[in-house]
C-alpha cells in the first residue's frame, strides 16, 4: 500500500502571493509536501518535468508561458488548481472539470474548499484538461500577450535621456536607484528592479541577480570563476555579471 504524502508545485509570478500561497497551504493541508515553486511559465514546465507532482497549483496569467501552456503540459499528469484574478475564467474552469480554482486576492476559506476537493481526486487519475484549455483560451485576456516596456526616461548627468529598452544591456540596483548600461553609457533611474521584472519582456531580459537583469542578446558566455561563481561576459562591454546559483539554470546549455 503507497502511503507517501502527496506533493503540490505552486507556480505564481507575484513574489508576495507565492509566499502567502504557499503558507496558507502548508497550514491548511501540513501533509502535502511542496516540492517546489516557480516565477514564470519556463520554469514552472522544467519543474513539472524534473518534479512531477500530483498537484499543481498555477496562475494563469505568468510571464514566459502563459498558465495555459504549463497546464496543457500537466494534462493527465497533475491535479491542477488554477489561481486567477479574473472570475469569468475560474468559474469557466470550474464548470468544465478542472480540479478547482482560486480568485486572488486568497480568501482561506475558499483555499481550504480547493483543498478539501483535490483530497478527493487524489485517488483517481488527474483529469485530461485539452477541452478546459481550449474553453479558456478562447475567454477575454487569456491569450492576449502583455504589453512590455519599451522605453525609459533616465538621467545621465544634468540631463533627462530617452532610452529604448534594445538599447539596454543590462540593469543593476544601485541603492536608491536602478543602473542602466547600454552600449556607450550608464544611466540612472528611480525605478526599482521589482518593478522592471515585473515590466520587461522575460524572453529578452533574464534576471541573473536579485540586483540584476541583463539582456539576452548582449550576452557573449558564461563561465566560472576560481571561486567557481557563474559569471557573464557581455558582447559590447568588458565588465562581468555575476549570476545567483538560483538563476545558473538559465546557463545550463552554454
Given at each position: 500500500?503507497?502511503?507517501?504524502?502527496?506533493?503540490?508545485?505552486?507556480?505564481?509570478?507575484?513574489?508576495?502571493?507565492?509566499?502567502?500561497?504557499?503558507?496558507?497551504?502548508?497550514?491548511?493541508?501540513?501533509e502535502l509536501t511542496i516540492l517546489g515553486e516557480?516565477?514564470?511559465?519556463?520554469?514552472?514546465?522544467?519543474?513539472?518535468?524534473?518534479?512531477?507532482?500530483?498537484?499543481?497549483?498555477?496562475?494563469?496569467?505568468?510571464?514566459?508561458?502563459?498558465?495555459?501552456?504549463?497546464?496543457?503540459?500537466?494534462?493527465?499528469?497533475?491535479?491542477?488548481?488554477?489561481?486567477?484574478?479574473?472570475?469569468?475564467?475560474?468559474?469557466?474552469?470550474?464548470?468544465?472539470?478542472?480540479?478547482?480554482?482560486?480568485?486572488k486576492p486568497l480568501q482561506p476559506a475558499r483555499l481550504f474548499t480547493a483543498i478539501g476537493r483535490v483530497k478527493h481526486r487524489l485517488g483517481s487519475a488527474p483529469n485530461e484538461l485539452s477541452s478546459v484549455l481550449d474553453r479558456l483560451a478562447a475567454l477575454p485576456g487569456t491569450g492576449a500577450p502583455r504589453q512590455h516596456l519599451r522605453w525609459i526616461n533616465a538621467s545621465v548627468g544634468q540631463s533627462?535621456?530617452?532610452?529604448?529598452?534594445?538599447?539596454?544591456?543590462?540593469?543593476?540596483?544601485?541603492?536608491?536607484?536602478?543602473?542602466?548600461?547600454?552600449?556607450?553609457?550608464?544611466?540612472?533611474?528611480?525605478?526599482?528592479?521589482?518593478?522592471l521584472v515585473e515590466e520587461l519582456d522575460p524572453q529578452q531580459f533574464w534576471q541573473i541577480h536579485r540586483s540584476t537583469l541583463v539582456n539576452a542578446s548582449a550576452i557573449a558566455g558564461a563561465s566560472r570563476d576560481f571561486r567557481g561563481r557563474l559569471q557573464l561576459k557581455l558582447k559590447e562591454r568588458s565588465e562581468t555579471l555575476l549570476v545567483a546559483e538560483s538563476y545558473a539554470h538559465l546557463f545550463k546549455q552554454m
Open positions: 500500500m503507497n502511503t507517501r504524502n502527496p506533493t503540490a508545485l505552486v507556480a505564481e509570478d507575484e513574489s508576495t502571493l507565492r509566499a502567502e500561497l504557499i503558507e496558507q497551504i502548508s497550514r491548511l493541508w501540513p516557480a516565477s514564470d511559465g519556463v520554469q514552472a514546465l522544467r519543474l513539472l518535468d524534473e518534479l512531477r507532482p500530483d498537484v499543481l497549483f498555477l496562475d494563469i496569467q505568468m510571464p514566459g508561458a502563459t498558465g495555459l501552456d504549463v497546464a496543457r503540459q500537466a494534462s493527465g499528469r497533475s491535479h491542477v488548481v488554477f489561481v486567477t484574478a479574473y472570475d469569468e475564467h475560474a468559474v469557466a474552469a470550474f464548470d468544465h472539470g478542472a480540479v478547482d480554482y482560486l480568485l533627462l535621456r530617452l532610452i529604448t529598452v534594445d538599447e539596454v544591456l543590462y540593469f543593476a540596483a544601485d541603492n536608491k536607484y536602478t543602473r542602466v548600461a547600454t552600449l556607450d553609457s550608464e544611466a540612472l533611474i528611480r525605478k526599482p528592479l521589482k518593478e
